[in-house]
Nanobody
Framework: QVQLVESGGGLVQPGGSLRLSCAASGRTFSGATMAWFRQSPGKEREFVAAFRRSGGDTFYGEAVKGRFTIPRRNAENTFYLQMDRLRSEDTAIYYC????????????????????WGQGTQVTVSS
């Protein structure tokens, strides 16, 4: 049974940093696409970032580009989201997700294409 567990969320001041982790278990994910999405109250789920294990390439949503990073060196079953220069509008529940295959670019920003989801971790950016 596949399980994804996020950690690392919390309260941080504007301009600060957080590092989220997603621990995946239950099978190997060597060819998977791993992603982060977020959702805040009253808003649609939003794509944040994705990492394709086959090739190691990364993709980012426009709202976080230049501030958030998925490190290229991720462990086999763990991946991260480094969040720098956080803003109040980054406040949301952050979810990690996994698609078992290598998603093409046009599909990896859509949550419906992912097979498994974590329970989410709250990130609050406030002074």
């Amino acid at each position: 049974q596949v399980q994804l567990v996020e950690s690392g969320g919390g309260l941080v001041q504007p301009g600060g940093s957080l590092r989220l982790s997603c621990a995946a278990s239950g099978r190997t994910f060597s060819g998977a696409t791993m992603a982060w999405f977020r959702q805040s109250p009253g808003k649609e789920r939003e794509f944040v970032a994705a990492f394709r294990r086959s090739g190691g390439d990364t993709f980012y949503g426009e709202a976080v580009k230049g501030r958030f990073t998925i490190p290229r060196r991720n462990a086999e079953n763990t991946f991260y989201l480094q969040m720098d220069r956080l803003r109040s509008e980054d406040t949301a529940i952050y979810y990690c997700s996994v698609a078992l295959g290598r998603l093409i670019v046009s599909r990896l920003r859509l949550g419906e294409n992912y097979d498994y989801w974590g329970q989410g971790t709250q990130v609050t950016v406030s002074s």
